[in-house]
């Protein structure tokens, strides 16, 4: 009869456990959504999110990472003047467009920024990523 107890409890032991802990997991975070900022860097660029959180958990999460001048750094950073007069300094600037789309997949993906794994030559925009994501986490944390 004894063992009988033992298996009945455990798994019974386990699922509350489990439950638990899920609840606790959902209950850090309130819905909404939140923005966040890094600070500048070195010539002056900062990065920005938006974070959405449903039922404890982030559905949605929009970086974009700003020059000095405030403009976004899309398809034509690092370009001079519209031109790509330095092939070397362009590839690496989007080498930099590129991981912030990635760091932003994986985020999602995972929902843990400890997941997120920076791309070597934009080491930049992951600690700016990581910076604005945890600056708006810190406003929907309960």
Same mark, same amino acid.
């Given at each position: ?24 997991g959902n ?5 909404g959504v ?6 500048e ?6 990065a920005?999110?938006?974070v ?10 929009k ?11 899309g ?9 790509? &007069?330095?092939?070397? =300094?362009? !590839?690496?600037?989007?080498? $930099?467009?590129?991981?912030? *789309? %990635?760091?932003n997949?994986?985020?999602l ?11 070597s030559?934009?080491?930049? &925009?992951?600690?700016? =990523?990581? !910076?604005?994501v945890?600056? $708006?986490?810190?406003?929907? *944390? %309960?």
């Amino acid at each position: 009869m004894r063992k009988k107890t033992k298996r009945v409890l455990l798994p019974a032991a386990l699922l509350l456990a489990a439950l638990f802990l899920a609840a606790c997991g959902n209950a850090e975070l309130r819905d909404g959504v939140y923005a966040g900022r890094s600070g500048e860097d070195d010539t002056g660029a900062w990065a920005e999110v938006s974070v959405t959180i449903s039922q404890g958990k982030v559905q949605a999460c929009k970086f974009i990472s700003r020059q000095k001048d405030g403009t976004v750094k899309g398809e034509d950073y690092g370009k001079i003047n519209g031109e790509i &007069s330095n092939r070397d =300094f362009y !590839e690496e600037a989007q080498l $930099a467009v590129a991981a912030m *789309k %990635k760091y932003n997949a994986e985020y999602l993906k995972a929902g843990n920024l400890d997941d997120v794994q920076a791309v070597s030559g934009a080491t930049n &925009s992951y600690n700016q =990523f990581l !910076e604005a994501v945890d600056d $708006a986490l810190k406003t929907a *944390k %309960k």
